[in-house]
């Protein structure tokens, strides 16, 4: 308004300008100059949380984008322990003898449950991995999330139940401890992971056709040989999606993204158990 007002008047009365006093002149000036400052400031404590300030500088925004950047990484691996808790509870659960029995006596339920779980498990995953708006939606993303958990629970129990519960006790304490080693290496190291995407791809791909070939060959060499690549690779994708979640070379996922990113970790683990799993189990069945 200030500076409307100093334009109209100078229009309005430009033959007689050196009528006007100067100090109105200058006045109006140090009035739209006081505004823009005030709508600055305004602006300015709007985007900046209290207590940080927008230098001109970069360090401040850093500062505001690490403080989120640790928030988003509590929440995967609170979101993650969440996950894990409860498939393992569920394996676990699963390991008394009456539960065997029933399973044992009603192999045809148990059979359909699993192909449920296996359908249930993809269409979920296709759902967060595919629409980004539903992967962000609340609580529409936890839902799917859980649907997730439950039937990765059902499918990673389906596959341990046959074992003793010490072995299946033992993949469980090993999972926990070779995760939290490999996510502390991810997050330690200089080695930059998240631009072995490709490679990562190429080297699954090849275990999947080196997978067929030993069921084939059925050599239990061959199959050791398999089991101790694939927990390599399992062991391989935790560190490139733990990089991925802390951002730290520049490669990441975004904050909106938490569920994809839980969704991805749990995975990962998840396979690292059953890789161990069979490895304790061949272990075991090569003493014996």
């Known amino acids: 308004m200030n500076q409307n007002n100093s334009l109209d008047d100078n229009q309005g009365c430009a033959p007689q300008m050196n009528e006007k006093p100067m100090d109105n002149q200058f006045s109006s000036h140090l009035d739209y100059q006081q505004d823009s400052d005030y709508n600055q400031d305004n602006n300015i404590s709007q985007q900046y949380p209290v207590g940080i300030k927008s230098g001109q500088n970069s360090e401040d925004e850093q500062i505001i984008q690490a403080i989120i950047r640790n928030g988003f990484i509590a929440k995967v691996f609170g979101i993650v322990a969440i996950q894990l808790a409860f498939t393992f509870s569920f394996i676990l659960l699963c390991q008394i003898r009456a539960i065997k029995n029933f399973v044992a006596q009603n192999e045809g339920f148990c059979s359909f449950l699993v ?44 596959a341990s139940i046959y074992y003793p519960i010490d072995i299946v006790a033992s993949a469980i304490l090993l999972t926990i401890a070779a995760s939290l080693g490999i996510i502390t290496y991810a997050l330690k190291t200089k080695r930059d992971m998240t ?30 040989v398999y089991t101790l690549l694939c927990t390599v690779m399992v062991g391989m994708y935790l560190v490139y999606d733990v990089q991925l979640i802390s951002g730290k070379f520049g490669i990441q996922y975004s904050v909106d993204d938490y569920i994809f990113a839980a969704m991805e970790l749990y995975i990962d683990i998840i396979r690292l158990f059953l890789e161990i799993l069979r490895i304790l189990s061949k272990l075991q069945k090569n003493n014996n």
């Open 195 to 224: 631009s072995c995407g490709m490679a990562l791809f190429v080297f699954a791909s090849q275990l999947f056709f080196f997978g067929i070939l030993s069921l084939f060959l059925r050599s239990q060499f061959l199959n050791l």
């Open 115 to 158: 192909v449920t779980s296996v359908i249930g498990f993809i269409v979920s995953v296709c759902l967060i991995s595919c629409s980004r708006s539903l992967a962000r939606k609340v609580p529409i993303n936890y839902v799917i999330l859980f649907f997730v958990t439950l039937c990765e629970s059902i499918l990673a129990t389906s």
